[in-house]
């Protein structure tokens, strides 16, 4: 295994609760300054195999990343970052929404670069080619819409492979 990769060890667990884990974590942030968190899980349990250290990470890295284009747009605007989970037969799609200064165009084909990092990022730009990795690993996909001056939105697209009843 190359140096730096990430081990990817799959088990099943409940996507909606480790969601909830981690945005609990930035609601401390988001109310002292007066932004919003909003969180949008169904109700029953959303059950994954895949592995929760690096979903854990993935969403760290989202919402971090929300955090910083909120914090860098400025006052006047409603500021608020969103997590919503939903599912159909087929996906599992977990979006993170932010009403920050979104990504300028030019940048958009360069965001999963190793190092990349617009001028918003505090960091060194490994976030988003980490997440791209491990969606990769799980066998997903990543869309981005993004609006300068309004906001962007990661949406982390992964199949559903369901258990048999009766099969373990």
Not at 47 to 64: F, I, K, T, W, Y
Not at 72 to 89: L, M, P, Y
Not at 119 to 134: D, L, P, V
Request: proline fraction near 3%.
């Amino acid at each position: 295994m190359p140096r730096g990769a990430l081990k990817c060890e799959k088990v099943h667990f409940d996507m909606g609760q480790l969601c909830d884990e981690v945005s609990e974590r930035y609601d401390a942030v988001c109310a002292q300054n007066g932004w919003q968190l909003k969180l949008e899980l169904p109700d029953e349990e959303l059950p994954v195999c895949a592995d929760p250290d690096m979903m854990q990470r993935a969403l760290h890295n989202l919402l971090g990343n929300a955090i910083e284009a909120v914090n860098a747009q400025g006052s006047g605007n409603s500021r608020s970052v969103a997590v919503q989970i939903t599912e159909d037969e087929k996906s599992l799609l977990i979006v993170v929404s932010d009403t920050g200064i979104g990504i300028p165009q030019e940048m958009l084909s360069h965001i999963y670069d190793f190092g990349f990092s617009t001028k918003a990022a505090e960091g060194r730009g490994f976030g988003m080619s980490m997440i791209q990795n491990i969606v990769v690993r799980h066998d997903g996909t990543i869309d981005v819409d993004t609006e300068q001056g309004a906001g962007t939105t990661f949406t982390l697209i992964f199949q559903i492979k369901r258990q048999k009843e009766g099969s373990q």
